[in-house]
């Protein structure tokens, strides 16, 4: 009986995100780094940290008060629970403290069920229902219900890291929040971070937010994190958000790739990308979302569009300012990076994309007009023939324009293939544009003409930003 018990004091990291955001969330509270450096003392202690955070609610009135914080979240995380029964108004402190205590309390081993923790296999204390695992966590665990029962059987660790999971959250428009990752050196210091800024939001008085919030601000925060973290990430990172209130059952889980997390990361730790990296946020904001939160969005579900955007945006540039923009060469190191390591193009397929727009700004760059460079840029356009377009350059390449020491075919078969006939052809033709703006601005190039014909890009850059990125 006594290792059944020491068991039941113990929190083990199980497959379940939500029951290791909440394992760290209870090594946090206990101001330890890891659910493994936790003693049956320091769980017990950092178990009745929580609940005494919910008994100081008994004396509140309303959720709105100051020190109403954990009633408030209650009615998302908990509702019909023992803190907010309907009955709550006309119950004394003295019962409401009485009932937050029983549900918080570990059942009496007499009364244990006889069925395995749904989480970690180690015997359950109880039958949990939904008050306690919001909904969509249990679903997975639907098979774990025998009949006859309603609900889960878990642990009592377990459920304590559920009820520890919004601390590790953040808690915000009637949600919970959370980052996890399966590299736990990357959950612990993120979980540390946002159970430190929940204590601190219960603590103070409470605010009336008002109007939308910001598009995105999840994402961002995912973003923010990763960015600001000082090692490798192993792994990719989800954000989780959740409602498990009576009039929203809300599980959403999305996750940011470990290779983009990791190139986000690198564009604060590495000096090289990091000048370009505010000319990359630039272009990929909209009337509706900043650049930043709109760059996570799309680290989370759209990654090629960062691409696609940044040269819609230079482009955009070019026919605002009527110069090639010097923000050109800033963001190579970052576009190349990219392709790379985001979008997993081959080395060797970049550096003949390169190559190649090495040919294309010695063909465009010996006409000062714009005309040659628009017409290049529109045939990268919706409705564009750059087909057409190569071909008919390849003639006037081979007989008339070609630079001594250059190859004498400019689209070999192989850049054909990359361009033409590849499941990331698209990708490759934003890169040919981009890389073809960065050697004209290295071979000092800049468009002379009449305003028109330098505006008349503006479409090309809208259709390049407009357009389905697969
Ligand atoms: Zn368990």
Redo the contacts with the bound molecule.
Sequence with gaps: MTDVLDQQHQV?L?PSPLQRVGAFALASLARVSHPDQLTADSFTAAVATMTRHLLATADVAKAADLGGFWLGASYMLWPNSKINPTARGKQSPAQRRELITEWRALPDPAVWPAAP??????P?CKWFGKVDIPLGVSVEHRNTTAPGHEGTP??Y??VASLWAFPYGASLSGGRAAAIHSWDDAFLAPMTRLAVKRTLAKAQAPPVKTKGDPPWYARELAVLEAVRSYDQRIHCGVELIVLSNSNKEQLLRVQEMGQPIAEWLRSTTARTDRRAGYRTLVAAQASKDASGEAFLAKRAFDDPAAVLHRTTAYLLGRVSAKRVLPAEVSGLAPLVYSYCIEVLNMDEKDVARIKDLAARLAALLGQDSRPGPFGGFMRANAKGGDLYGWFRSQSVQWLLKTRPAGMPRTLLPVEEYRLLFDDERAWSHRRLLVFAVMEALVEAGWQPKGSAEEIEDIADVAESLADEETN
């Design positions: 083990l199980t923790c749904a989480y970690c296999d180690r359950a878990l642990c660790p377990c």
